[in-house]
């Protein structure tokens, strides 16, 4: 089984100062974990990917997210906020469920940008 | 990076007629695809797995009846929302696994078509 906990339905933040959407994870075995972003009425495009690689992750639009195994977490950060980041931001798992990759999406975490 | 496509866009329709939602995989083969279903201000439900040449993988809840799903070919999946009533009124995307590249667990997704039923 698997899971995943996006631990703020709403992040506000000011243009020009950091960024942090925080995901949880479980899973029974070594998962992959998407960020993906949804503008309004928009589909979701991918931000950046763990497979078992490297760690830190970089993404676009100078987004980039950590895999802490010891936490089970994926926490997404961008330096510095752009109002254009304004949007939906969805954490995933994607792990073996009896002989495929079923994709488990957190709740959603809207980020709001101040100009 | 892969492209989906999913048409139309957008459809409007009356009570009790079905609707045919396409999703495509525009260059590239998928052999598995997923339609989710998507409620304002809500996370992504997903509704089933798509398999190409067999029968679609419904998730609890989800009338197969209702929803039929057709994947007959590497780059087509189907969608058909049959007798639709103002409650199936909602955002459905689809998206699809590249396996021929590599990149065997990253979906992409669909640009989504909203459906709203009078």
């Known amino acids: 089984a698997q899971s995943v906990t996006q631990l703020d339905s709403h992040v506000s933040v000011s243009e020009g100062t950091p960024v942090l959407l925080r995901c949880n994870y479980s899973?029974?075995?070594?998962?992959?974990l998407f960020w993906y972003v949804q503008h309004p009425n928009k589909g979701l495009q991918l931000l950046l990917k763990?497979?078992?690689?490297?760690?830190l992750v970089k993404g676009i639009n100078g987004f980039e997210a950590e895999f802490k195994k010891s936490e089970t977490s994926f926490h997404l950060t961008k330096p510095s906020a752009h109002m254009s980041d304004a949007a939906e931001y969805f954490c995933v798992v994607s792990a073996p469920s009896g002989g495929s990759y079923i994709p488990t999406f957190g709740r959603g975490t809207s980020l709001i940008v101040h100009p | 990076g892969a492209v989906v496509s999913q048409h139309p866009s957008r459809v409007i329709c009356k009570s009790g007629t079905s609707v045919k939602i396409e999703c495509r995989s525009l260059?590239?083969?998928?052999?598995?695809m997923f339609w989710y279903r998507q409620f304002p201000k809500q996370s992504l439900m997903l509704m089933a797995t798509?398999?190409?040449?067999?029968?679609?993988?419904?998730e609890q809840g989800v009338e197969k009846d209702k929803f039929l799903i057709n994947h007959a070919s590497l780059t087509l999946s189907t969608l058909t929302v049959t007798s639709a009533h103002p409650e199936d009124s909602s955002f459905y995307i689809c998206?699809?696994?590249?396996?021929?590249?590599?990149?065997?667990?990253?979906?992409?997704f669909g640009p989504g078509t909203r459906l709203t039923v009078l």
């Open positions: 260059d590239f083969q998928a052999t598995t």
């Open positions: 899973s029974s075995y070594s998962p992959s």
């Open positions: 798509s398999n190409e040449g067999s029968k679609a993988t419904y």
């Open positions: 763990y497979t078992s690689a490297a760690t």
């Open positions: 998206s699809a696994r590249d396996y021929g590249q590599g990149i065997f667990y990253e979906q992409f």
